[in-house]
């Protein structure tokens, strides 16, 4: 790795030097960002979130987490560390199907799934983190698709055994879990070309993930809204972030 030369920084700050050493304020920057626990705060760039900063609800399964801005800024004065309030949006960390009834806005979920429906919560869920807890501990998947048929029509064989059972039954009788939402198609993790089923029902979102995706207009109105303060609240969170 390259080292940093500091002088140029000590000739900066002393004010022999007009211009500020980029790569030394940029390794400052990333100092600070690894001063803050991964474990309290989701990093984006330069950014710090957390649910306990305050969050809302942006409807469709989606939230808005709190959190702030920060970034080390050359001045006429020295250096100086800005620091600015700010919101995103992520995913609720709740179990997939009630996921499913809010992002397709649905109230009965003991029928199969509408292609639109079905479509819908596909590209909603690709590429999102969910997590198990029925086999007695918790596991972590990357959702690749949701399967075409419901639970009670996925068909396999185990082993070398010529007789088939569903995605159900197999729960059913290997970890006597009779599905409540059989009828839901089921979550496809693994590879594509030798895809996992897990039941949406025993699967939840794993917490703190960004939503990437292009909020709507009823969404960015409510985040509008949320986030939006006077000059003097603002500085007063700003405040209390920071302690």
């Known amino acids: 790795a390259s080292r940093v030369d500091v002088h140029h920084l000590k000739e900066f700050l002393g004010g022999r030097n007009t211009e500020a050493p980029q790569d030394a304020i940029q390794v400052l920057d990333v100092v600070l960002r690894a001063a803050k626990s991964l474990k309290d705060y989701v990093i984006i760039g330069r950014s710090f979130f957390s649910e306990a900063l305050g969050n809302g609800n942006l409807a ?5 987490w709190r959190g702030y801005y920060q970034s080390i800024r050359p001045t006429q004065m020295g250096l100086s560390l800005n620091i600015d309030s700010s919101a995103r949006p992520f995913f609720k960390p709740i179990c997939v199907t009630s996921f499913i009834m809010e992002n397709a806005k649905l109230r009965d979920i003991s029928r199969p799934l509408g292609d639109a429906d079905r479509l819908k919560a596909k590209k909603a869920l690709r590429g999102t983190t969910v997590e198990t807890n029925h086999t007695g501990y918790r596991k972590c998947y990357k959702v690749i698709g949701i399967s075409n048929e419901p639970a009670n029509q996925i068909m396999f ?6 007789s088939q059972l569903s995605v159900a039954q197999y729960f059913r009788d290997k970890y006597k879990l009779q599905l409540k939402f059989p009828a839901l198609p089921c979550i496809q993790v693994g590879s ?6 897990i039941p949406m029902e025993l699967c939840g979102i794993v917490k703190g993930q960004k ?13 509008l809204k949320a986030t939006c303060q006077r000059p003097a609240e603002r500085e007063r969170n700003i405040i209390t972030v920071k302690h």
């Open 192 to 197: 594509s070309k030798k895809p996992t089923y």
């Open 157 to 162: 064989s185990l082993g070398n055994e010529e």
């Open 211 to 223: 939503y990437p995706k292009k909020l709507n207009t009823d969404q960015v109105t409510a985040l």
């Open 60 to 64: 469709d399964g989606i939230e808005f």
